[in-house]
Each structure stands twice: as C-alpha cells, then as structure tokens.
C-alpha cells in the first residue's frame, strides 16, 4: 500500500484530532493543547519495533527538555495488524519504565484497528480510539494530572464515549474517520 507524505500524513492525523477526538469529545482535553499548538507529530516509515522504540526514546528525552505537551508517533506503514501494534504498546510501557520516564511521562495508544477486549469488530465504541494511522502518544504525566484534577468527574470519560459512539452508530463512527482521508495532496 501506498502512503501519502509525512506532510499529508500529519494533517489527516490533525483532522482526525480536531473532528473526532475533540469533535466527539473523545477527550476533553485535547482542544486545549491544539489550540496552544503544543502537539509535535513524527511520521516513522517503516518502523519496526527496535526503531520505533529508539525513537520514542528519543521523544522522551526531546520532550524531557522543551514545552511540547505531547507527541504523536505516527507510523503509517508499521504494525498493521493489531495483535503486533499490541506487542508495540507492551514494549512501549516496558521502555518507560526501564529508562526512567514512568510518572513522567503516559502512552496513549490509537489504531486503525483498534479493538476493546470483549468487543467485536462492528462495535462503534471501538472507533473511540481508531486512528488514520497506528500511533503512540506520549502524555507529560503532571499536564495530565492537572487537567484530570481540574475536571468535574475523568471516570465518566469512557463510558460517556462508549455511549455516545454507540448512539451514533458504526456507519457515522465509520465515516467520521473516513472523513480524514479526504486530505490526500
């Protein structure tokens, strides 16, 4: 499969933060950083894992030493399947841990593919965290404290997504995403 460019890459990841993400209010968070324009986005062709884990490792000492929120690592060609991008995400946390950065910094994991543990590929709720492209997103864990200390009740985020995902229905949730493709040149 062919992939646009980084360039186009990062602006259907955007349109999918500022649609879906914050549209949906998938999290009720991130409108703020997008409009501080605090997000960095890096486009990692054909990742595998020991790159891949090089370069997060790279983002944690990057973001260790500047104002950048968060970061999105994007990798258009890379763990296609999700049971691999799953191993990703574990190898991931291991990282975090081993070098220092856990209570520093969170992952947030999204997936074209993304699938709840119990749930079925038809599930709306899944499209919560489907992305364009599989990605990590390294969180500065004392940001998210804040902003979680600052919101009436964080526990009801899930099942309010979940609910609204399902309501609107999986052709919508389908299409929404979809929607990010648009920007292709």
Sequence with gaps: ?????KEIIIMQTKKWIVDVVIGCNFCPFAAREMQKNSVEYEVRDKARLKPTLQALSEAFIRMEDNTIETLLLILPDAFSRFDSYLDLVVASEKLLKKSG?????QIASFHPQYLFAGSNEKDPANYT?????PMLQILREESLTRAIDSYPDTSTIPETNIAF?????LAYMQLMRAACFAINN
């Excluded at 499969?1 to 460019?5: E, H, L, T």
């Excluded at 965290?129 to 492209?133: F, G, K």
């Design 129 to 133: 965290n489907r992305s364009p492209y």
């Design 165 to 169: 995902a399902k309501a609107k229905g």
């Design 1 to 5: 499969m062919d992939f646009p460019d």
């Design 101 to 105: 950065f856990e209570g520093i910094f």
